[in-house]
């Protein structure tokens, strides 16, 4: 099915939805570890209403018994906006504004109907129009959170890093992001002092905001964990001491192995030459396939460490994002309801809306979906989202499973 063609499918399912909807399934993951069988699960507006009994006669039905049922999936960092312009490259400022509102709507509209329904974005101040555009139902696209522009000047002093935190509450920021290393592209070395971690971490806490930290190196997690921040982003240097503080304390890790460096290599043409995107970029890159892999699996041994479900998605991999779920399972060996409960609920808890998102229980926001296959028993299913839900629409209806996602170069998809 064409792009253009899932757009407009997508376009059509914004029409109000009177009569109750019910989804037959045979095989459900409530994304909190527990299987139901032969359930029915009937929604009413945006929400679900219950799970089993009776179907309401005027319900429109939809039989996904031949499907794996699960809450749509979080990706709690993905820089959605990220693409290339039509020349192919890595797209930059000087890019007309109407090819960058069209590429954005294609990154939007493939990551919907990847099964991802809820997506944060750290960010760009690009993000909010988005943002708030799918949300009045405007644009077609995941649910958004974004911090707009990151805090990165390790320049600036604690009260110019408070300020900055105040001016992004002022302009609806979700959260904040924050830079304390460098890339890992540079090594990933720390570039913040503990007073300035502590000035950003704390004043988002009192302004009732949360915090998530590029931190590569175990020194920068550390001063953040320490600090209270809320999530460490990649961490692909940590050490076991500072994993266990950070389970101690309850701070959230978002290593992203699957999908951001894979994707950066895939593309190297298409990036490189801009920024640090150079040779000596790359070549840590290559390094760091094995060092991020390392890493988690060190992290997996910290049993009460939270691990949640983030990509760092960028041009080239939006849609993809189920790449991530893939090679935590199959190269890492983490457990795969785990790891269908850290892309669900633990990452619903990690953006304060396990409430809202991340479960399939009476009263959440109806994001559903179901793939050709199981998950939890064929990864590479999990590329194979075919129907797809927000909120109680339906955006995607490929039910007999007509989609074939993403495998390593040379092996046929798994059917």
């Given at each position: 099915m064409s792009k253009f063609l899932l757009?407009?499918?997508?376009?059509?399912?914004?029409?109000a939805q009177e009569r109750p909807i019910v989804l037959k399934t045979s095989t459900l993951y409530d994304g909190k570890g527990k299987t139901l069988h032969n359930q029915i699960v009937v929604i009413e507006g945006s929400k679900i209403a219950r799970i089993g009994g009776a179907a309401p006669a005027n319900a429109v039905v939809y039989d996904l018994a031949a499907l794996t049922v699960t809450p749509g999936w979080i990706d709690?960092?993905?820089?959605?906006?990220?693409?290339?312009?039509?020349?192919g490259r890595f797209a930059g400022r000087d890019e007309p504004q109407e090819q960058a509102v069209l590429h954005i709507a294609e990154n939007l509209v493939a990551t919907l109907n990847a099964g991802f329904t809820t997506i944060q974005s750290p960010g760009s101040i690009q993000d909010k129009d988005v943002r708030d555009m799918i949300a009045h139902g405007n644009l077609v696209g995941p649910r958004i959170l974004s911090s707009f522009q990151p805090i990165t000047n390790p320049q600036w002093d604690p009260a110019k890093m408070k300020a900055t935190v105040d001016e992004?509450?002022?302009?609806?920021?979700?959260?904040?992001?924050?830079?304390?290393?460098?890339?890992?592209?540079?090594?990933?070395?720390?570039?913040?002092?503990?007073?300035?971690?502590?000035?950003?971490?704390?004043?988002?806490?009192?302004?009732?905001?949360?915090?998530?930290?590029?931190?590569?190196?175990?020194?920068?997690?550390?001063?953040?964990?320490?600090a209270g921040c809320t999530s460490i982003e990649h961490g692909a240097f940590v050490t076991d001491?500072?994993?266990?503080?950070?389970?101690?304390?309850?701070?959230?890790?978002?290593?992203?192995?699957?999908?951001?460096?894979?994707?950066?290599?895939?593309?190297?043409?298409?990036?490189?030459?801009?920024?640090?995107?150079?040779?000596?970029?790359?070549?840590?890159?290559?390094?760091?396939?094995?060092?991020?892999?390392?890493?988690?699996?060190?992290?997996?041994?910290?049993?009460?460490?939270?691990?949640?479900?983030?990509?760092?998605?960028?041009?080239?991999?939006?849609?993809?994002?189920?790449?991530?779920?893939?090679?935590?399972?199959?190269?890492?060996?983490?457990?795969?309801?785990?790891?269908?409960?850290?892309?669900?609920?633990l990452s619903a808890q990690s953006l304060n809306l396990e409430k809202?998102?991340?479960?399939?229980?009476?009263?959440?926001?109806?994001?559903?979906?179901?793939?050709?296959?199981?998950?939890?028993?064929?990864?590479?299913?999990?590329?194979?989202?075919?129907?797809?839900?927000?909120?109680?629409?339906?955006?995607?209806?490929l039910a007999r499973g007509s989609k074939t996602g993403w495998r390593p170069a040379g092996k046929e998809s798994a059917r």
């Open positions: 757009f407009t499918l997508a376009l059509s399912a914004l029409s709690t960092h993905s820089h959605i906006i990220w693409h290339f312009d039509n020349n992004r509450k002022q302009q609806g920021a979700d959260f904040i992001k924050l830079f304390a290393s460098k890339s890992i592209r540079e090594g990933g070395a720390i570039t913040l002092s503990q007073e300035q971690i502590d000035a950003v971490c704390g004043e988002a806490k009192a302004q009732g905001l949360r915090t998530i930290v590029h931190a590569h190196s175990a020194e920068s997690a550390k001063a953040s964990t320490l001491d500072v994993f266990d503080l950070m389970a101690q304390r309850g701070t959230y890790y978002d290593p992203n192995i699957g999908l951001v460096l894979q994707n950066y290599l895939e593309n190297k043409p298409k990036y490189f030459g801009i920024g640090n995107y150079n040779e000596e970029g790359f070549a840590y890159m290559e390094k760091g396939l094995s060092i991020t892999l390392d890493t988690f699996k060190k992290a997996l041994k910290h049993k009460d460490l939270k691990i949640i479900y983030g990509t760092d998605a960028t041009a080239g991999a939006h849609g993809q994002n189920y790449r991530e779920f893939i090679v935590r399972v199959k190269d890492g060996g983490m457990d795969p309801m785990q790891a269908l409960i850290s892309a669900t609920s809202e998102i991340g479960s399939i229980e009476p009263g959440m926001q109806a994001d559903i979906v179901g793939f050709d296959g199981d998950p939890l028993k064929d990864v590479y299913a999990a590329g194979r989202a075919v129907f797809v839900m927000k909120g109680g629409k339906v955006y995607e209806n």
